[in-house]
Protein backbone atom coordinates (compact mmCIF):
# COMPACT_ATOMS: atom_id res chain seq x y z
CA UNK A 1 0.00 0.00 0.00
CA UNK A 2 0.87 3.64 -0.95
CA UNK A 3 1.18 6.06 2.12
CA UNK A 4 0.71 9.12 -0.23
CA UNK A 5 -2.87 7.92 -0.55
CA UNK A 6 -3.58 6.69 2.91
CA UNK A 7 -5.37 8.55 6.19
CA UNK A 8 -3.76 7.89 9.28
CA UNK A 9 -7.77 7.19 10.28
CA UNK A 10 -7.36 6.75 13.82
CA UNK A 11 -6.01 10.11 14.38
CA UNK A 12 -8.41 11.54 12.24
CA UNK A 13 -11.90 9.61 13.86
CA UNK A 14 -12.63 12.08 16.30
CA UNK A 15 -13.31 14.86 13.82
CA UNK A 16 -14.23 12.83 10.04
CA UNK A 17 -17.71 13.62 10.63
CA UNK A 18 -17.48 17.15 9.40
CA UNK A 19 -15.75 15.55 6.26
CA UNK A 20 -17.67 12.40 5.55
CA UNK A 21 -20.75 13.50 3.31
CA UNK A 22 -18.22 13.62 0.50
CA UNK A 23 -18.02 10.85 -2.22
CA UNK A 24 -20.60 7.93 -1.55
CA UNK A 25 -22.93 9.89 0.30
CA UNK A 26 -26.98 9.35 0.80
CA UNK A 27 -27.49 11.09 -2.62
CA UNK A 28 -25.10 9.05 -4.41
CA UNK A 29 -27.03 5.87 -2.49
CA UNK A 30 -30.38 7.04 -3.56
CA UNK A 31 -29.48 6.74 -7.28
CA UNK A 32 -28.30 3.09 -6.76
CA UNK A 33 -30.88 2.23 -4.25
CA UNK A 34 -33.13 -0.24 -6.62
CA UNK A 35 -29.24 -2.28 -7.25
CA UNK A 36 -29.39 -3.03 -3.25
CA UNK A 37 -31.03 -6.08 -1.54
CA UNK A 38 -31.06 -6.68 2.54
CA UNK A 39 -28.66 -7.14 4.26
CA UNK A 40 -26.31 -4.81 3.57
CA UNK A 41 -22.54 -4.99 4.42
CA UNK A 42 -20.50 -1.31 3.96
CA UNK A 43 -16.71 -1.69 3.72
CA UNK A 44 -15.23 1.75 4.78
CA UNK A 45 -18.39 2.97 7.03
CA UNK A 46 -15.98 5.27 9.32
CA UNK A 47 -17.91 7.66 11.33
CA UNK A 48 -20.96 6.11 10.21
CA UNK A 49 -22.92 8.93 8.07
CA UNK A 50 -24.05 6.44 5.81
CA UNK A 51 -24.25 3.40 7.96
CA UNK A 52 -27.12 5.56 10.69
CA UNK A 53 -28.97 7.01 7.70
CA UNK A 54 -29.20 3.25 5.92
CA UNK A 55 -29.58 1.73 9.36
CA UNK A 56 -32.93 4.02 10.36
CA UNK A 57 -34.21 3.70 7.03
CA UNK A 58 -33.75 -0.65 6.90
CA UNK A 59 -32.83 -1.11 10.88
CA UNK A 60 -30.01 -2.79 12.84
CA UNK A 61 -30.57 -5.90 11.82
CA UNK A 62 -30.10 -5.92 7.84
CA UNK A 63 -26.82 -3.24 8.01
CA UNK A 64 -23.64 -4.42 8.74
CA UNK A 65 -20.69 -1.81 9.12
CA UNK A 66 -16.81 -3.08 8.43
CA UNK A 67 -14.00 -0.52 9.18
CA UNK A 68 -10.43 -1.29 9.50
CA UNK A 69 -10.25 1.79 11.85
CA UNK A 70 -10.25 0.81 15.83
CA UNK A 71 -11.14 4.12 16.81
CA UNK A 72 -13.78 4.77 14.07
CA UNK A 73 -15.68 1.27 15.27
CA UNK A 74 -15.25 2.68 18.99
CA UNK A 75 -17.13 5.91 18.32
CA UNK A 76 -19.93 4.02 16.81
CA UNK A 77 -20.04 1.34 19.33
CA UNK A 78 -20.29 4.70 21.66
CA UNK A 79 -23.14 5.87 19.62
CA UNK A 80 -24.95 2.28 19.92
CA UNK A 81 -24.00 0.57 16.81
CA UNK A 82 -23.45 -3.25 17.51
CA UNK A 83 -22.98 -4.37 13.94
CA UNK A 84 -19.69 -3.23 13.21
CA UNK A 85 -16.23 -4.98 12.95
CA UNK A 86 -12.67 -5.15 11.22
CA UNK A 87 -12.99 -6.74 8.34
CA UNK A 88 -9.98 -8.84 9.71
CA UNK A 89 -11.56 -10.53 11.69
CA UNK A 90 -13.21 -13.57 10.71
CA UNK A 91 -16.85 -14.35 10.75
CA UNK A 92 -19.21 -16.18 8.60
CA UNK A 93 -21.63 -13.31 7.64
CA UNK A 94 -23.33 -13.21 4.31
CA UNK A 95 -24.38 -10.04 2.71
CA UNK A 96 -27.31 -9.83 -0.67
CA UNK A 97 -25.28 -6.42 -0.93
CA UNK A 98 -21.40 -4.79 -0.19
CA UNK A 99 -20.94 -1.57 -0.40
CA UNK A 100 -16.79 -0.51 -1.16
CA UNK A 101 -17.08 2.99 -0.39
CA UNK A 102 -14.99 5.65 -1.79
CA UNK A 103 -11.49 5.92 -0.03
CA UNK A 104 -11.12 2.33 0.90
CA UNK A 105 -9.10 1.43 -2.42
CA UNK A 106 -7.14 4.82 -2.94
CA UNK A 107 -4.13 3.35 -1.06
CA UNK A 108 -4.14 0.08 -3.35
CA UNK A 109 -2.38 -1.25 -6.52
CA UNK A 110 -4.93 -3.07 -9.16
CA UNK A 111 -4.07 -6.46 -7.96
CA UNK A 112 -5.00 -5.83 -4.25
CA UNK A 113 -8.42 -3.68 -5.40
CA UNK A 114 -8.80 -7.93 -6.97
CA UNK A 115 -8.12 -9.49 -3.76
CA UNK A 116 -10.58 -7.02 -1.87
CA UNK A 117 -13.40 -7.75 -4.35
CA UNK A 118 -12.33 -11.27 -3.66
CA UNK A 119 -12.43 -11.44 -0.16
CA UNK A 120 -16.09 -9.72 -0.15
CA UNK A 121 -17.53 -12.35 -2.68
CA UNK A 122 -17.00 -14.59 -0.39
CA UNK A 123 -19.32 -12.94 1.90
CA UNK A 124 -21.73 -11.85 -0.84
CA UNK A 125 -24.51 -14.56 -1.70
CA UNK A 126 -25.06 -15.98 -5.24
CA UNK A 127 -26.63 -13.05 -7.53
CA UNK A 128 -25.31 -10.68 -5.24
CA UNK A 129 -24.16 -7.60 -5.71
CA UNK A 130 -20.88 -5.58 -5.16
CA UNK A 131 -20.81 -1.84 -5.48
CA UNK A 132 -17.32 -0.39 -5.58
CA UNK A 133 -16.83 2.82 -5.68
CA UNK A 134 -14.28 5.31 -6.04
CA UNK A 135 -13.75 9.46 -6.84
CA UNK A 136 -13.40 10.16 -10.57
CA UNK A 137 -10.87 11.31 -12.93
CA UNK A 138 -13.57 13.34 -14.96
CA UNK A 139 -16.49 14.99 -14.03
CA UNK A 140 -17.72 18.49 -12.27
CA UNK A 141 -15.80 17.89 -8.94
CA UNK A 142 -12.44 17.17 -11.36
CA UNK A 143 -12.91 20.79 -13.37
CA UNK A 144 -13.46 22.61 -10.15
CA UNK A 145 -10.04 21.00 -8.44
CA UNK A 146 -8.53 21.88 -11.74
CA UNK A 147 -9.21 25.54 -11.82
CA UNK A 148 -8.52 25.32 -7.74
CA UNK A 149 -5.06 24.08 -9.13
CA UNK A 150 -4.60 21.41 -6.54
CA UNK A 151 -4.50 18.34 -9.49
CA UNK A 152 -1.26 16.94 -8.86
CA UNK A 153 0.04 13.44 -9.84
CA UNK A 154 -3.36 10.86 -10.54
CA UNK A 155 -5.09 13.03 -7.68
CA UNK A 156 -6.14 15.95 -5.44
CA UNK A 157 -3.23 17.36 -3.22
CA UNK A 158 -4.28 17.99 -0.04
CA UNK A 159 -1.78 19.70 0.56
CA UNK A 160 -2.45 22.20 -2.21
CA UNK A 161 -5.92 22.85 -0.71
CA UNK A 162 -4.85 23.01 2.90
CA UNK A 163 -2.37 26.20 1.50
CA UNK A 164 -5.08 27.73 -0.33
CA UNK A 165 -7.83 27.52 3.17
CA UNK A 166 -4.53 28.84 5.50
CA UNK A 167 -4.10 31.65 2.38
CA UNK A 168 -8.02 32.97 2.57
CA UNK A 169 -8.88 32.18 5.74
CA UNK A 170 -6.13 32.81 8.44
CA UNK A 171 -4.09 34.98 6.41
CA UNK A 172 -6.84 36.96 5.00
CA UNK A 173 -5.90 36.97 1.28
CA UNK A 174 -7.95 37.57 -1.27
CA UNK A 175 -8.64 34.80 -3.68
CA UNK A 176 -8.89 35.79 -7.34
CA UNK A 177 -9.83 32.80 -9.30
CA UNK A 178 -9.79 32.66 -12.99
CA UNK A 179 -12.40 35.07 -14.92
CA UNK A 180 -13.24 31.57 -17.21
CA UNK A 181 -14.66 29.87 -13.71
CA UNK A 182 -18.50 30.37 -13.92
CA UNK A 183 -20.44 31.11 -10.73
CA UNK A 184 -21.30 27.39 -10.33
CA UNK A 185 -17.60 26.47 -10.06
CA UNK A 186 -17.04 29.43 -8.06
CA UNK A 187 -19.39 28.54 -5.35
CA UNK A 188 -17.64 24.94 -5.24
CA UNK A 189 -14.49 26.23 -4.34
CA UNK A 190 -15.10 28.85 -1.90
CA UNK A 191 -17.71 25.68 -0.56
CA UNK A 192 -14.39 23.17 -0.40
CA UNK A 193 -12.01 25.57 1.07
CA UNK A 194 -14.90 26.25 4.07
CA UNK A 195 -15.34 22.93 4.38
CA UNK A 196 -11.53 22.25 4.89
CA UNK A 197 -11.37 25.49 7.59
CA UNK A 198 -14.23 24.38 9.73
CA UNK A 199 -12.44 20.99 9.94
CA UNK A 200 -9.28 22.96 10.91
CA UNK A 201 -11.39 24.85 13.65
CA UNK A 202 -13.27 21.64 15.41
CA UNK A 203 -9.23 20.25 15.73
CA UNK A 204 -8.30 23.68 16.53
CA UNK A 205 -10.66 24.12 19.27
CA UNK A 206 -10.60 20.06 20.35
CA UNK A 207 -6.84 20.01 20.80
CA UNK A 208 -6.33 24.00 22.08
CA UNK A 209 -4.05 25.14 19.35
CA UNK A 210 -4.07 27.58 16.55
CA UNK A 211 -5.71 27.11 13.23
CA UNK A 212 -2.91 27.31 11.56
CA UNK A 213 -1.14 24.52 13.77
CA UNK A 214 -4.31 22.70 13.20
CA UNK A 215 -3.69 22.84 9.41
CA UNK A 216 -0.55 21.68 9.93
CA UNK A 217 -1.64 18.53 11.80
CA UNK A 218 -4.19 17.88 9.12
CA UNK A 219 -1.28 18.04 6.51
CA UNK A 220 0.63 14.80 8.65
CA UNK A 221 -2.58 13.15 8.95
CA UNK A 222 -3.95 13.08 5.46
CA UNK A 223 -2.65 11.82 2.86
CA UNK A 224 -0.93 13.74 0.39
CA UNK A 225 -3.33 12.91 -2.12
CA UNK A 226 -7.08 12.19 -2.82
CA UNK A 227 -6.41 9.48 -5.74
CA UNK A 228 -8.65 9.65 -8.63
CA UNK A 229 -9.81 6.74 -10.66
CA UNK A 230 -11.16 6.08 -14.83
CA UNK A 231 -14.33 3.96 -14.54
CA UNK A 232 -12.88 1.84 -16.66
CA UNK A 233 -9.66 0.71 -14.48
CA UNK A 234 -12.24 -0.17 -12.08
CA UNK A 235 -14.51 -1.98 -14.47
CA UNK A 236 -11.46 -4.07 -15.70
CA UNK A 237 -10.54 -5.26 -11.89
CA UNK A 238 -13.78 -6.48 -11.03
CA UNK A 239 -14.02 -8.12 -14.52
CA UNK A 240 -10.93 -10.17 -13.60
CA UNK A 241 -12.35 -11.09 -10.39
CA UNK A 242 -15.24 -12.61 -11.74
CA UNK A 243 -18.04 -10.40 -11.50
CA UNK A 244 -20.87 -10.08 -14.00
CA UNK A 245 -23.01 -8.15 -15.90
CA UNK A 246 -21.38 -5.03 -14.58
CA UNK A 247 -22.63 -2.00 -15.05
CA UNK A 248 -20.51 1.47 -14.70
CA UNK A 249 -21.62 4.64 -13.50
CA UNK A 250 -20.74 7.86 -13.41
CA UNK A 251 -21.89 10.63 -11.48
CA UNK A 252 -20.51 14.09 -12.99
CA UNK A 253 -21.46 16.37 -9.88
CA UNK A 254 -20.71 14.00 -7.12
CA UNK A 255 -17.11 13.38 -8.90
CA UNK A 256 -17.78 9.47 -7.96
CA UNK A 257 -17.28 6.27 -9.87
CA UNK A 258 -19.81 3.35 -9.25
CA UNK A 259 -19.51 -0.18 -10.58
CA UNK A 260 -22.15 -2.80 -9.68
CA UNK A 261 -20.99 -6.07 -10.50
CA UNK A 262 -23.16 -9.73 -9.81
CA UNK A 263 -21.57 -12.40 -8.26
CA UNK A 264 -21.80 -15.85 -9.89
Not at 100 to 105: H, Q
Request: proline residues 2%; neutral net charge; aromatic residues 10%.
Amino acid sequence: MNNKYVYDWDEIAPYWSTMENNGMTMGTYKKVRGEIQFPLAIVGCGSGLLLKNITDEMGKALVWGYDTSSNMLSKLEQTGYENVSSPLQSDEKKFNTVIITTGVIDGMTEEQIKELIDQYKKKTISKGKIILTSFSKSGKKYEIANEMGVIEEDGICYGKILKLCSRQFIHGEKMKWSDTVDWIKKFQINYTIVKYYKLAQNIAKEKAISEEKAIEWLKEVMPKIQRLFAADELFKCMAESGCMDIQKLEFDIEGVNVLIGTIP
